[in-house]
């Protein structure tokens, strides 16, 4: 397979396959003063879920790199864990649903928060210099202009790089000029963004399962 495919290029239930390499011990050679993104908080104890009816973004760029952040909700121990970065400079989310499961160890009880925002092509989750450091994803997915095997040093279509010293410049990376995702589901560790608008935002508390997005 060429490391470049131009033009459209569908792949049906696309499934994050990235394994990052091992944590990178010096920073990734493009300074803070460039206007690059800084890691600015320990990641929670908790994966969350996210599913969306459709996702449109521009300047697409995904790479590995590690999340720093605690074993448990209890914040007591830390640890280090692997994740592929999805970036857009520009995202528009349609029928994104946002949830967390959190047992709460006192009581041994279970509580889910749910999020859910942009109901409808009218009223849309707007985003910009978005950054999802995630899991494991499943969509269906559209990529325009797309370079497979680029260093992640050498995107250009893609926010900056996230500079917290764990992504490898000579590393596999991933670009297109745009990507359209459908019928996403996915875990994420954390999302990071630039500006981050949600139309139509409403936000559940309880403890119904139903209320996990999937």
């Not at 969306?52 to 973004?57: E, W």
């Not at 999340?67 to 029928?95: C, H, M, Q, W």
Request: include cysteine; hydrophobic fraction near 40%; aromatic fraction near 8%.
């Amino acid at each position: 397979m060429e490391s470049q495919v131009r033009g459209g290029t569908r792949w049906k239930r696309f499934a994050v396959v990235m394994v990052p390499s091992v944590l990178a011990t010096a920073a990734v050679g493009v300074s803070l003063a460039q206007g690059a993104l800084a890691a600015s908080f320990s990641v929670s104890g908790q994966e969350f879920k996210v599913k969306a009816g459709h996702l449109h973004g521009e300047g697409f760029a995904q790479y590995g790199g590690m999340d720093e952040g605690y074993t448990s909700v209890l914040g007591n121990e830390k640890t280090k864990r692997p994740v592929a970065i999805s970036s857009f400079k520009t995202a528009e989310i349609t029928k994104m649903c946002q949830s967390v499961k959190t047992v709460i160890p006192v009581i041994n009880k279970t509580v889910y928060l749910r999020l859910d925002a942009g109901p409808n092509a009218n009223r849309k989750v707007e985003a910009k210099n978005l950054y999802i450091d995630v899991a494991q994803l499943d969509a269906d997915a559209t990529f325009n202009n797309i370079d497979i095997g680029v260093a992640v040093q050498d995107q250009n279509r893609g926010p900056d790089v996230k500079q917290d010293g764990t992504s490898l410049p000579g590393g596999f990376a991933q670009q297109a000029e745009s990507a359209d995702l459908y019928n996403v589901e996915q875990t994420a560790w954390a999302t990071t963004a630039g500006t981050f608008k949600l139309n139509g935002l409403k936000m559940r508390l309880g403890t119904d399962a139903k209320m996990e997005c999937f």
